[in-house]
């Protein structure tokens, strides 16, 4: 499967960006999908992941409460909506994917990456 993320852009603080990470050659119904972000001298760290079927989503706890996983079939896309921005959510966005439903929070896990997308908060 290839993945393609798109919909970063520049927001103020409190500002909503909702972000998109289209399949492509394979159906994304069958795929774990999580988003990672890397902001500039840091680690790229976990967001949230979607199960395979949509029915499990998980959030890190800097994120819960603002940001909404959510997967379309029909249009084989997984949604990033982010809500309450700040400052602090500043990075490059990635979607990621994986076939076993184990990798969790494992970035290393994942086998199919997208090109990353960037979204900056001002404040």
């Known amino acids: 499967v290839q993945l393609q993320a798109s919909g970063g852009g520049l927001v103020q603080a409190g500002g909503s960006l909702r972000l998109s990470c289209a399949g492509s050659?394979?159906?994304?119904?069958?795929?774990?999908i999580s988003w990672f972000r890397q902001a500039p001298g840091k680690e790229r760290e976990f967001v949230s992941t979607?199960?395979?079927?949509?029915?499990?989503?998980y959030y890190a706890d800097s994120v819960k409460g603002r940001f909404d996983i959510s997967k379309d079939n029909a249009k084989n896309t997984v949604y990033l909506q982010m809500n309450e921005l700040k400052p602090e959510d500043t990075a490059v966005y990635y979607c990621a994917a994986e076939l076993t439903g184990s990798a969790g929070r494992n970035s290393e896990l994942y086998d199919y990456w997208g090109q990353g997308t960037l979204v900056t908060v001002s404040s």
């Open positions: 050659g394979d159906t994304l119904s069958t795929y774990t």
């Open positions: 979607i199960s395979w079927s949509g029915t499990n989503t």
